[in-house]
C-alpha cells in the first residue's frame, strides 16, 4: 500500500517546564517549524496551564505549530473534579489532542473504553486526535505486538465515522521503548506500522487508511529520527525527552521534512 500521509511531528512535553520555559520552547520550536510547515506539520503538547499563554504566544508570533493538549475528559461538562473538557481545550487555541498515551493507560489506569470515549468527545468537536497504542515488553517478548496493536486500534476508533478519519493519526509507541533509551529497531517499527495500517484499511478502506499519519515513538533522538522516519509506513514522531530541547526537537522536525 502506498502512503499518501503527511508527515507529523509532535512534542510531548509531559509534566514537565514551567511558565517560562515553556514559552522560550515554544517560540523557540515555532521559529524552528515555521520554515518546514510545507512539508511538515508539527505540534506541541505543553501541560494544561500554560496552554493559554502559549497559545497567544504562538498567536502573535502567527505560528505554523498546532497546540496539542495530552488529554482530556469525554464529557462536556460537570461534576469531574480535576477534568478538563475538549470544549475547554478548544477556547484556548488547542488543534489537536493525545488519547490512550501509555502512561496515561499504565500508570493512570485508563481502559479501551474510556481512551475510545475520548477519542469520539476530540474527533466529534472537530479537533485532531493522535491516538496511542503499543505493546508493552513482555507483550513484544510473547509474539503478541499485532495482536496488542490490532486490539487498541478497534476498540479506540469504534464507532469512529470514516470523515473522522480525516483528522486522526496513530502514534504507535512500545511501552518498553518510552523515556527508555531503547528504540525499536526501524524494521521491526516498519512491521508494526504496516500491519496497523492494514487494520486501518480493514476498518476504513485502503485509500483512506494511506492517508493516516502513523508516527513511531518511544526514545526519538535528532540521532535515531532521520533513519526510524525513512521506513515508509513511519510518517512522523511523537517525541518524549528530546522535544524538551528545541535545537534537538528541530533536528527531528528536520529529519521529518527529508
Ligand atoms: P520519549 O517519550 O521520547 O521520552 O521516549 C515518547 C512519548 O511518550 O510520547
Known amino acids: 500500500m502506498t502512503t499518501t500521509a503527511r508527515t507529523v511531528i509532535g512534542g510531548n512535553w509531559k509534566m514537565n517546564t514551567d511558565r ?6 515554544a517560540r523557540a520550536v515555532s521559529d524552528a517549524a515555521k520554515p518546514l510547515a510545507s512539508k511538515v506539520d508539527t505540534a506541541i503538547f505543553p501541560p494544561f496551564p500554560y496552554l493559554p499563554i502559549i497559545s497567544q504566544a504562538l498567536c502573535d508570533a502567527g ?5 496539542g493538549a495530552q488529554d482530556c475528559y469525554h464529557a462536556e461538562k460537570g461534576a469531574f473534579t480535576g477534568e478538563v473538557s475538549v470544549g475547554m481545550l478548544k ?8 488519547a490512550g498515551h501509555s502512561e496515561r493507560r499504565h500508570v493512570l489506569h485508563e481502559g ?3 481512551v475510545n470515549l475520548k477519542v469520539r468527545a476530540i474527533l466529534n468537536a472537530g479537533l ?7 505493546e508493552k515488553l513482555e507483550q513484544r517478548v510473547t509474539g503478541q505486538t499485532d495482536t496488542v496493536n490490532e486490539r487498541q ?25 518510552i523515556g527508555t533509551g531503547k528504540t525499536a529497531t526501524p524494521a521491526d517499527a516498519q512491521d508494526a ?11 476504513f478502506g485502503k485509500d483512506a487508511a494511506a492517508r493516516v ?18 521506513q515508509p509506513d513511519i510518517n512522523g514522531a511523537l517525541v518524549g525527552g528530546a522535544s524538551l530541547k528545541a535545537e534537538d526537537f528541530a533536528k527531528i522536525i528536520q529529519a521529518g521534512a527529508r
Not at 477556547?91 to 493525545?98: A, F, M, R
Not at 485532531?128 to 503499543?134: D, K, Q, R
Not at 478497534?154 to 511501552?175: H, K, M, N, T, W
Not at 499519519?213 to 525513512?230: C, D
Open 112 to 114: 479501551d473504553d474510556l
Open 153 to 177: 486500534v478497534r476498540l479506540g476508533l469504534r464507532e469512529v465515522s470514516p470523515d473522522q478519519l480525516a483528522r486522526l493519526v496513530i502514534a504507535y509507541e512500545p511501552v518498553w521503548a
Open 213 to 230: 499519519p502513523i508516527q513511531y515513538g518511544g526514545s526519538v533522538t535528532a540521532a535515531n529520527a532521520v533513519e526510524l522516519m525513512a
Open 193 to 203: 506500522h504496516f500491519n496497523i495500517r492494514g487494520v486501518l484499511a480493514d476498518m
Open 20 to 25: 517560562a520555559a515553556g514559552l522560550a520552547l
Open 91 to 98: 477556547d484556548v487555541g488547542v488543534k489537536i489532542v493525545l
Open 63 to 67: 505560528s505554523s505549530l498546532w497546540l
Open 128 to 134: 485532531w486526535c493522535i491516538l496511542c497504542v503499543g
